[in-house]
């Protein structure tokens, strides 16, 4: 497959997650109008779709998010990359003195969901394709896949958490044959998903995946989508479970504290909000959609030993392998 052809079969892609997981949204919340924009960059290398729900009866605040630009290889966006990528891979072949002739492509769809109800989990993903171009020629220089899903519960259910881990590990073993790549993107999302100043984890982790390529393009794709829909199926599930559970003004208070948790990895840790933020003409607002609409800091706040709040906590401090 040309790389023209690839990056549409791709685009398809992402475009139809983005819908799908979008109306899915809807089978739960009956107040809140769609927010749908869409967008193109000031210098025509770039375009997207930004679907977001706010204030609903359902969700407090929710973001599925379509993007697709061109920009120039800066040296801090090429650093990065460089230092993740594996030794003897195609960026080697990139002259460093004369980084002006490369492009950068980026094509994904991203995810938050922020529900109301506690006990509820937010759910993150995101899938994409990233491409290292010669700007004159259009030659791909060097092309790899990222993303991964994770559950942040705000209250633990040790079968929501088994639930969603296996569904993720059957779709990659459905794909792959085996599930050397769930544990091994396993143990890079409990490594990724981690507030390092507090030493706790910002969930319950899923699959979390940079720089990565199977034997063809079609295959990465058939592996993208799998855990993408693995994702998407799971999540329904669990808060189809949980919407009528009970909650109370102390459990608002509990999902307030892990959001503002929420918003201290996302603004200090996450590589896709520095990523964003360090392209120029950046769109603000959809960089920032992950952040939940409140958040609470209390000075020196620890839960009380012996509650649900003290357990996830426990959890959060070290990770568990729940399938």
Not at 82 to 100: A, Y
Request: aromatic share 14%.
């Amino acid at each position: 497959m040309d790389p023209k052809q690839s990056e549409d079969v791709f685009s398809a892609f992402v475009d139809e997650y983005q819908k799908n997981f979008f109306e899915m949204l809807f089978r739960f919340e009956s107040k809140a109008e769609p927010i749908k924009e869409a967008w193109t960059r000031e210098d025509g290398r770039g375009h997207g779709l930004t679907c977001v729900i706010q204030d609903g009866n359902f969700f407090e605040k929710a973001g599925v998010n379509v993007s697709r630009i061109t920009i120039p290889l800066s040296q801090g966006i090429f650093q990065q990359m460089k230092g993740r990528r594996v030794p003897g891979s195609n960026l080697d072949q990139i002259d460093m003195n004369n980084l002006g002739q490369y492009d950068t492509y980026a094509n994904g769809v991203s995810l938050v969901i922020h529900p109301i109800n506690p006990f509820c989990p937010t759910v993150h993903a995101n899938f994409r394709t990233i491409r290292i171009k010669e700007r004159e020629t259009g030659k791909v220089i060097d092309s790899w896949f990222g993303g991964g899903s994770d559950l942040t519960p705000i209250y633990l259910f040790d079968e929501d958490a088994k639930f969603y881990h296996q569904n993720i590990r059957d779709a990659i073993v459905e794909v792959t044959g085996d599930d050397k790549l769930y544990r091994q993107f396993k143990k890079e999302c409990d490594e990724y998903f981690v507030n390092h100043h507090r030493k706790e984890a910002r969930g319950i982790g899923g699959v979390f995946y940079d720089d990565f390529n199977l034997e063809s393009f079609e295959k990465g794709l058939e592996f993208q989508k799998a855990v993408a829909y693995a994702n998407l199926k799971s999540y329904e599930a669990i808060i189809n479970k949980r919407k009528d559970t009970p909650y109370n003004d102390e459990n608002v208070r509990w999902r307030t504290f892990r959001r503002g948790r929420y918003a201290e990895f996302n603004l200090i840790h996450d590589r896709g909000t520095k990523f964003g933020l360090m392209t120029p003409d950046a769109r603000i607002e959809s960089i920032l959609m992950s952040l939940p609409l409140t958040a609470r800091w209390e000075y020196n706040y620890h839960p009380k030993e012996g509650t649900e709040e003290a357990r996830i906590v426990g959890v959060l401090l070290k990770p568990v392998d729940w399938v």
